[in-house]
């Protein structure tokens, strides 16, 4: 418990506010490098400072900072909380900068185990905890399966039931090597599986990305030709949902300008100037830019006009965004319709004057990235890191099988099957000769 | 009479046991129910094997005597696994069932402070829960410091055939009666265990020319580290190799009911090993199996049995006549002992502290198959740890416990008394996390040491091998100072392995997979012997993989070393599942490291544990 760390322990997406919490010998060294109040370090205990949040002179966000100084403090250590103004990205952005000023990413209820370790919590609040735990058992597994979908947790049982054949195979070959009858497994048979075996686990990261996009937004365009109710659209989505609009120009990666959250997905809506200023841009988004702006697009909600014929540019962009994640939608189904709907793909047709509609864009979204499976809820930027990083160590397992594969014996490579087994386990829980007060303690989501 | 030590059985583990004690100094009675019965092989005629034979050298390495003795006794020996790498390698001998008995019971005659009494022991003699001697069934007392039970296949032993049982040891030896009895009495549990062995047949009646011949190594091996060879390489006895028939397995399936496992005797309790199951069970369970494999292993050179391995039964006689003439070669064979299976008491290995005492009784050992394992060499490591741990503990001082990354023997009791047992206990190299740390090759480094501290060890041995380490350390220096340069690329061409920019030192350049240690010998300045230059091989060769190992066991270290105090009272733990409770108090984990490989005991239970422990500091 020497180093210090740090974690986002508010809900993301929803509420106006955000916390960052800082714990540990180095809180305040570390919140003073990135905040432009000077007056923190010197600061009493329990005290609450304004100012900005800076990155080489650059400002972040608006923030007010406690410092609380050990012990009296949740975990008994010095504690610094950055509350900022919500949205996933700055949010995000300045827990990268406190992590990259020294912090470490807490684990999963590292907080609280702080807090228990340090004697903060006692015995009966523990046991009250484990109460918890134990009555919700089911909960606190699913929530460490969270980590990934439940999609990918078969994904993974599968793998490691693959694995435990090859790994049983190799230990009966091993034990009783006088059987001639038994099959023997070579590093030809593992070294065809280990193609599989990759492939199977690169599917797996790739389903984790999808999680991951739920967790930092789903990078959005909405593109379409001026007038077409692009802008009416994004008030529509606004004004009707929970919306967090964080509007620091500039500071942002990717040009993200908005943020909305529908149903605790989050979009990140990009460049959105021509959209929002509804004085003068409607002619500043040229095709050109659109296209731009369309490859850096997770998503793309291309809107047409029901009541005009499509033209020339629109044909292209349609070209453009076939290969993407994208929704067609038509407007102004209210108006005579003149727009060829023929060859469309499978267009919404709405109404933004008669409210018509809309409520299916929101559907087609989570149909799209395959949300309806995977529980927002409870998903935190931080247990992504913890089974991204997992499934990186399992990456780098597979190339030391394939690195040993043809320079050692079968028993040594197994050395790497077993780990790789064993780390696919922790992911799903399901393996119990790891960090046993860690695994425990990352079925709380962070900074109870 | 008054001994220190009282060794009850004169089996594997009874003689590692008695020689241990006595050799530490403390007079050790060894009790057996006959003397011409000493370290007798009831099974099958083989010392070592996967795992086992790795035991065997570690046994050798702490200073005790079944390598000595199997190395004079060899039929044949072979190295399993030579095709792999060095960490599954591991030495299997066919040993004369005559010859090894003998030599052993010599050993024993010959041993200072050792006596040998031919006598059955009723009961275990206590005074304040800590050992005093121990009653014989003919009503005389021995008084003891410590008691070492070794009682093998003994305590209410029956033996069994189809549908017959008889109170009976192995072939028609006495039973212990009472003894088991009296353990429960003292508050020990019990567990009927079972195990069995198949029929001898007799040499002269087989026609070995249907048979497939199993030669030995034809090169030399000894299990012991004083590498004395006893026999000739090139006349060595060869085992054969038959198979079961689609005949064999109707007449199975025909009788099966006829087998005393399968409903010949309805009243059997015992569990049988997974590891050595019978032919019955072999046949029933993997049915879509065309055959089985069958070895014909001579037992002796003095007598005419061939023992038929992997054909163990319970079928009447006339069932296995008809078994026996439906394998291949075996056709007209006489058979001069039928199989039998064997049903008996051991105690529950988790009522046992990690130096093999009791909890229940200071001072009394066990070893053993009364500890509900399978094999002599499983018995012999316990033996021989139980008499380590007796002699220390006469002398005061901590005993000796091996770690999972120092020995399989180490892996064998805290598997033992961590997990319990279900079913007779075999080792297997699965069963270690630490297999390339665990090799054949280095059991005298890792385990001398505590070899020589206890006593066991001569100065004399010691010194040689404290001289072999340093000539390994020579050697591997050696190897990393000498370099080799682009001038040497003719003869690593010839070796046909990548040819040089820069200078490389040998010791990388064993490296390469293609690279044999004898083929850089002709730039060393020293010689060394061929054991050392095998130590340089592996740390070369196997380098980074033998450092995960190191790593892991460095990480699990952390956990071995958080103790629980013995003290520790679960029931306050209101969160422990009911399950882990009771199976932490049945095992009472003395690190957390020991309560993780609790089966039933989940990550959560052993954070609500930690969490106590610490809340307790």
């Known amino acids: 418990m020497d180093d210090t760390i740090a974690a986002i322990s508010t809900a993301q997406g929803v509420g106006a506010i955000s916390i960052i919490r800082v714990s540990g010998p180095k809180a305040f060294e570390i919140v003073s490098k990135i905040f432009s109040n000077k007056k923190f370090l010197e600061a009493p205990s329990h005290t609450i400072h304004y100012g900005y949040i800076v990155d080489n002179g650059k400002k972040i966000d608006e923030v007010l900072v406690s410092k609380m100084n050990g012990p009296k403090t949740f975990t008994c250590e010095d504690v610094a909380e950055i509350n900022a103004h919500g949205g996933i990205t700055t949010t995000n952005e300045i827990l990268e900068l406190v992590l990259v000023n020294g912090a470490r990413l807490a684990e999963p209820g590292e907080f609280t185990k702080r807090a228990f370790l340090n004697g903060r919590i006692d015995l009966t609040e523990a046991e009250g905890i484990m109460d918890l735990i134990n009555s919700k058992t089911d909960k606190a597994r699913e929530m460490a399966l969270n980590q990934v979908s439940g999609e990918v947790s078969n994904l993974i049982r599968d793998l490691r039931n693959d694995l435990a054949g090859i790994i049983s195979n190799i230990e009966v070959n091993i034990d009783y090597p006088e059987y001639e009858d038994t099959p023997v497994m070579t590093n030809n048979k593992v070294k065809n599986s280990l193609n599989s075996l990759e492939k199977k686990i690169n599917n797996i990261l790739e389903k984790s990305n999808e999680g991951e996009i739920i967790k930092n937004g789903i990078k959005t365009v909405i593109a379409g030709k001026p007038n077409v109710g692009k802008s009416s659209l994004l008030n529509r989505l606004l004004g009707e949902d929970r919306a967090i609009v964080t509007d620091v120009q500039g500071t942002t990666r990717d040009s993200i300008e908005a943020s909305l959250v529908i149903d605790n997905i989050v979009l990140n809506l990009i460049d959105t100037a021509g959209i929002r200023d509804t004085s003068d841009t409607v002619e500043s988004i040229g095709v050109s830019k659109s296209l731009s702006l369309i490859d850096q697009a997770d998503l793309v909600l291309f809107v047409l006009n029901y009541n005009e014929e499509m033209t020339a540019d629109e044909r292209m962009i349609l070209e453009k965004i076939r290969d993407k994640n994208h929704i067609i939608i038509v407007n102004k189904t209210d108006l005579e319709k003149k727009l060829d709907t023929s060859e469309l793909d499978n267009p919404i047709y709405i109404s933004i004057k008669d409210d018509k509609n809309i409520d299916e864009i929101k559907d087609r979204i989570k149909e799209l990235f395959n949300l309806e499976k995977i529980e927002t809820g409870d998903l935190t930027y931080l247990t992504s890191a913890r089974s991204k990083a997992i499934l990186r160590q399992v990456l780098d397992s597979v190339s030391d099988v394939r690195e040993g594969i043809d320079n050692y014996p079968i028993d040594i490579v197994e050395i790497d099957l077993k780990k790789i087994w064993n780390l696919l386990g922790d992911i799903i829980g399901e393996n119990y000769s790891e960090e046993l007060l860690d695994e425990l303690f990352s079925r709380f989501c962070v900074g109870k | ?617």
């Open chain 2, 1 to 617: 009479m008054n001994y220190e030590v009282i060794v009850v059985g004169g089996g594997h583990a009874g003689c590692e046991a008695a020689l241990a004690t006595a050799r530490m100094g403390h007079k050790t009675l060894l009790v057996t129910g006959n003397i011409n019965n000493i370290a007798d092989m009831p099974c099958n005629p083989s010392i070592g094997g996967s795992a086992k034979g790795i035991v065997v050298r570690e046994i050798d390495a702490l200073g005790g005597e079944m390598g000595r003795c199997a190395d004079k006794s060899l039929l044949q020996i072979k190295m399993l696994n030579s095709a792999k790498g060095p960490a599954v390698r591991s030495l299997r001998a066919q040993a004369d069932k005559i010859t090894y008995p003998k030599n052993m019971l010599k050993t024993l005659r010959e041993c200072d402070n050792l006596e040998i009494l031919e006598a059955l022991v009723k009961d275990v003699k206590t005074n304040d829960n800590k050992v005093s001697g121990v009653l014989l069934e003919d009503g005389r007392e021995i008084f003891s410091k410590a008691i070492i039970l070794t009682t093998g296949t003994y305590m209410n032993a029956d033996i069994l055939v189809g549908d017959t049982r008889r109170r009976e040891g192995p072939h028609g030896e006495k039973p212990s009666n009472y003894l088991s009895d009296n353990l429960a009495k003292k508050g020990f549990k019990l567990k009927r265990l079972k195990t069995g062995t198949p029929p001898r047949i007799k040499r002269d009646s087989i026609d070995f020319s249907k048979t497939k011949l199993e030669n030995g190594d034809s090169v030399y091996h000894t299990f012991s580290f004083d590498n004395k060879v006893y026999y000739d390489v090139d006349n060595q006895v060869p085992c054969y190799l038959t198979y079961t028939t689609e005949e064999t397995h109707k007449i199975i399936l025909d009788n099966l009911n006829k087998s005393s496992m399968y409903g010949g005797i309805p009243d059997i309790k015992g569990i049988g090993p997974r590891y050595c199951p019978s032919i019955e069970d072999k046949v029933v369970r993997f049915r879509d199996k065309e055959r089985h494999q069958l070895f014909l292993e001579p037992e002796s050179l003095y007598y005419d049995d061939i023992y038929l391995q992997g054909f163990s039964t319970s079928m009447p006689h006339d069932i296995q006549e008809k078994m026996v003439h439906s394998l291949p070669g075996l056709e007209n064979a006489e058979i001069l002992r039928y199989a039998y299976a064997i049903e008996y008491d051991a105690i529950y290995p988790t009522q046992l502290k990690f130096s093999l005492e009791t909890k229940l009784i200071e001072n009394l050992f066990t070893a053993g198959q009364i500890n509900g394992t399978s094999g002599y060499e499983e018995a012999a490591c316990q033996g021989l740890m139980a008499g380590i741990n007796a002699g220390l503990k006469l002398e005061g001082k901590d005993p000796l416990i091996l770690k999972r990354d120092e020995a399989y023997i180490g892996v064998l009791i805290d598997d033992l008394i961590t997990k319990g047992i279900r079913d007779p206990y075999r080792l297997l190299t699965s069963r270690s996390e630490y297999r390339l740390l665990l090799r054949t090759d280095n059991a005298d480094l890792r385990l001398r040491d505590y070899g020589y501290k206890v006593g066991l060890v001569s100065r004399e041995k010691y010194e040689k091998f404290l001289e072999k380490k340093d000539n390994i350390e020579k050697a591997i220096s050696e190897f990393k100072e000498i370099r080799l340069t682009p001038k040497d690329n003719d003869y690593l061409e010839s070796l046909g392995t990548t040819l040089l920019k820069d200078g490389v030192s040998l010791y990388d350049l064993l490296k390469r997979p293609e690279i044999k240690v004898n083929d850089l010998l002709r730039y060393l300045n020293n010689e060394y012997d061929e054991d050392v230059l095998y130590q340089v091989m592996v740390k070369a060769k196997y380098e980074g993989y033998i450092n995960k190992e190191l790593e892991e066991a460095a990480r699990m270290k952390r956990y071995e070393d958080k103790k629980i105090p013995k003290d520790v009272d679960y029931d306050s733990m209101h969160n422990l599942a009911s399950e882990a409770k009771q199976k932490l108090k049945e095992v009472e984990p003395e690190t957390i490291g020991q309560a993780m490989r609790i089966s039933g005991v989940n990550p959560a239970d052993i954070s609500i544990l930690t969490m106590y422990l610490k809340r307790g500091k």
